[in-house]
Every structure is written in structure tokens, then in C-alpha cells.
């Protein structure tokens, strides 16, 4: 969005509170020592990023000098109407905000109406109005990239991923937009796939490099493995343009192929990031996964057998879940789980624009968006709404036995390999060593 701004010959600073542990005065009191036209805010639909918005609102509205305030991202987009009476915001911006956001700050600057502004919602004389749609963004690579420079790259770049070397930089990056799988308990806002080319990727890959020195990719996109052929091919780009890189991406197991994963080992993928969910084809069916559990085991197979890690999430709670479902999940994991970084199984969350909400919603479970936000989502391991016939006592009681198994596995993995460190540092005077607490 900066990067879109700064093009259009706007000037953008970024507000960082989280990485300076700014209190939420901070800003009320930033804002009043500063005049800023606009201020926008983005956030995605999780307890704790709502908290925040709830928050940051706040102390914007509390401001002296408030800017026109927008906001925008996959939390309010589904429900506009909710956000902006609760965050008193002046505009929702829904879905994708590169073309919008220029078109209201346009408005602004003239004092036009924004009736034409597709993709928006706002208050007009105590009344909200939803405008139409705005289509997706075709051709993303129109999209500028990051605006890097105004980010705290030092600090940003030290995020920590499975197969990552200490001295190593990560940043995330991504290959496309979208998703051509419609899973019922995703909130995504748009509903296909468009994919980067393989030369814009590779020239931010090469910019990263340059100016921070970043060495691993986390390609955090819902599907760089959107197919066989491009899968295959941007590996093969990237073998070609002598990237020397790791990387990391969501993963797919309908594409989990042998000739597939090899030539990703290959192009420098160390870890990927798979959404298996559930063990059980009836919840699968259940959850439009468009998966079974054979496809699952093997794409797992072929995934270790190439060298790579597998990121093994699962999610309990959906309809047809049951305590023997679960138990097919935890021994899954016992078993495919190489180590790499802890997981547990955290219960399935019917998020506003999902399916699964308006399924709970249907059958009584949850009343609305306020009701999901502030009574029901308290936290993301904790039960938002319960779909199996077990009660809620119980339900918790099972994940706590279950994740039990599962981190005194992880941490006995974790005590072996730190055992073998010391081995190798006493016995065979391994002067790499760095110490345990790093560990």
C-alpha cells in the first residue's frame, strides 16, 4: 500500500508500535504533536489483531489532531458495517485497497463524494453505505513492490523459520494472490488464484539480497504450489537465475509429487508449510478440503523423502470431528513430525466471511460479528464455537490431552538433538558451538 502511495506522489510514514513496544498514549500523543491527513490501518480477523484495532482506534479517535481514519483487510472487509460503528473509522475499505485507496484520497483532496469509489463503505448523514464491488486486481505485477525503505529492516529481517542458520536474514515475500480451493473455514478475500510472474519474484528475491542481505524466502502466500507446471517452473527459474537461496511456502498436497518436491529441493525449499487439518476423509469431505487422507500420508512421504521439512497443521472442532478423529491426528503427527518447529492442534474458528460462521450462525451457535469478536473468540487455542456433539468441558479436555502427547514429544526431540550438540562439542571439539540457551 506505501509503495502504491508514494507513486502516486503521496508522502507515507510508517507508525511502528509493536516493535518499540509503544503504549497506545504513544500514538494519541504522536498524533497531537503531528498533523497528518490520512491515517490508515490494516487487520486481519484474529483475537489479538482485533484487540489491536480496537485499540489503536481508540487512541486515534482520542487524538487532538485526528486524521481522516481508514481502514481495511481481511477483519473489517466482511462486515463493514460492524467496524465502522465500532471503530468509528470514515472509511471501510473491502478487499484488495491498491486501486481504492488511491480513489478515496483523490475524493478527499477534490471534497467529492465517494459514491463512485467502488469497494468502500462509509457513514453518509448517519448512514452506512456499502458500495459495489471492486474487481481483483488482474495483473499484480502492476502492483509496485514494498516500500522497503520505510520499514526497520534490521529488525524486521531477523524473524526466525525451521532450517533457518543463526547467521542467516529471513523475509517474507509473495508469489501470487489468492486461492482456487474454497476450504470452509477460510476468510481470504478474494476467491481465484493470480500468480506473480516468475521475473517480478525473482527481481525482489535479488533486491532483498542486495540492500538487506535476506538469504531465506518465506513465501507467505496462500499457494505458490498452485499447480505441477508452475510449481516446476519457478523452481526451474530459480535454478537457472543462480538464486542461492532458502526458501519456505504453503504447500499443497494435491501437488506434493516426487518430480515436483525434487526439483523444489533443488531450487533451495527447506520447509513447506501444508494445511492437512484433519486425518478423517468424512471431516475433510466435511470442510471442502478437496483432500483425503491417502493423498495426505503420501504427499508426507514424498515430502521427507526429498529432503524437505513439512509444516503439519491440523485443526479439531469441525463438523464430524470426534475424539477418534482427533487420535488420528495426534498419531499423524507423532509419526510425520520431524522436529522442526512444535505443533499442537488448535481448534477450528468460524471467522466472519467464512462459510463455517454463517454455518454457526444458521444453527444458533453465534448471534453476529459482535458476538463472535467479543464474547465467543477469547483466543485462538480456546473454542469459539462448537460443531461436535462432545460439551465444551470436554472438547478442552481432549485438545489438552491430545497437545500434551504432542509437545512431550517435540521436547524430548529437543533434548536429544541438544544432547548430540554437546556430544559433537565435547568429543569431537566442535568450535561452531554457540551455546545451549540459543538453542
Not at 166 to 176: H, N, Q, R, T, V
Request: charged letters at 25%; hydrophobic letters at 35%.
Amino acid at each position: 500500500m506505501a509503495s502504491v502511495l508514494l507513486k502516486e506522489g503521496h508522502d507515507v510514514e510508517i507508525y511502528n508500535q509493536d516493535l518499540h513496544h509503544y503504549p497506545d498514549e504513544h500514538l494519541i500523543h504522536y498524533l497531537d504533536n503531528n498533523n497528518y491527513d490520512v491515517i490508515g490501518v490494516g487487520a486481519i480477523g484474529g483475537y489479538y489483531q482485533y484487540k489491536r484495532l480496537i485499540k489503536l482506534s481508540n487512541a486515534i479517535n482520542n487524538s487532538r489532531n485526528k486524521p481522516f481514519y481508514i481502514i481495511g483487510g481481511h477483519c473489517p472487509s466482511p462486515e463493514p458495517e460492524y467496524f465502522l460503528r465500532k471503530t468509528k473509522a470514515d472509511v471501510v475499505i473491502i478487499g484488495e485497497g491498491e486501486l481504492t485507496i488511491i480513489e478515496v484520497l483523490e475524493a478527499l483532496a477534490n471534497k467529492k463524494s465517494f459514491s463512485r469509489i467502488k469497494g468502500i463503505a462509509y457513514i453518509e448523514e448517519n448512514s452506512i453505505i456499502i458500495n459495489e464491488d471492486r474487481p481483483l486486481i488482474q495483473d499484480i505485477d502492476n502492483i509496485p513492490l514494498p516500500a522497503y525503505h520505510l520499514f526497520p529492516m534490521e529488525q524486521y529481517r531477523i524473524i526466525r523459520m525451521p532450517k533457518i542458520k543463526k547467521d542467516e536474514f529471513a523475509m517474507p515475500i509473495l508469489s501470487g494472490r489468492g486461492c482456487i480451493f474454497k476450504c470452509t473455514f477460510c476468510y481470504r478475500m478474494d476467491k481465484n488464484f493470480r500468480a506473480r510472474s516468475v521475473e517480478a519474484i525473482i527481481e525482489e528475491i535479488a533486491l532483498l539480497k542486495k540492500n538487506y542481505g535476506i538469504k531465506y524466502f518465506i513465501f507467505s502466500d496462500e499457494l505458490l504450489m498452485s499447480s505441477v507446471k508452475r510449481t516446476i517452473n519457478i523452481c526451474e527459474e530459480f535454478i537457472k537465475a543462480g538464486l542461492n537461496i532458502k526458501w519456505s511456502c504453503n504447500g499443497r498436497l494435491n501437488f506434493a509429487k516426487h518430480e515436483v518436491l525434487n526439483v523444489m529441493k533443488q531450487a533451495g525449499c527447506v520447509f513447506i508449510n501444508y494445511g492437512i487439518e484433519s486425518l478423517d476423509n468424512h471431516v475433510l469431505k466435511n470442510m471442502k478440503k478437496s483432500l483425503n487422507a491417502e493423498q495426505i500420508i503420501k504427499g508426507i512421504d514424498a515430502t521427507l523423502t526429498a529432503g524437505i521439512s513439512p509444516g503439519l497443521n491440523m485443526i479439531f472442532g469441525n463438523i464430524g470431528d470426534n475424539k477418534e478423529t482427533l487420535n488420528k491426528a495426534v498419531e499423524f503427527l507423532l509419526k510425520y513430525g520431524d522436529g522442526s518447529e512444535c505443533r499442537t492442534i488448535k481448534p477450528v474458528t468460524p471467522y466472519p466471511g467464512t462459510p463455517l460462521y454463517y454455518t454457526a450462525i444458521e444453527k444458533g451457535l453465534l448471534k453476529d460479528c459482535e458476538d463472535f469478536y467479543e464474547h465467543k473468540h477469547t483466543n485462538s487455542d480456546l473454542l469459539t464455537v462448537n460443531y461436535t456433539e462432545m460439551s465444551d468441558n470436554e472438547f478442552h479436555h481432549c485438545l489438552l490431552y491430545a497437545n500434551t502427547k504432542l509437545l512431550t514429544n517435540y521436547c524430548n526431540k529437543q533434548m536429544l538433538s541438544s544432547i548430540e550438540s554437546a556430544k559433537k562439542l565435547y568429543l569431537e571439539n566442535d568450535t561452531s558451538f554457540r551455546g545451549f540457551r540459543q538453542r
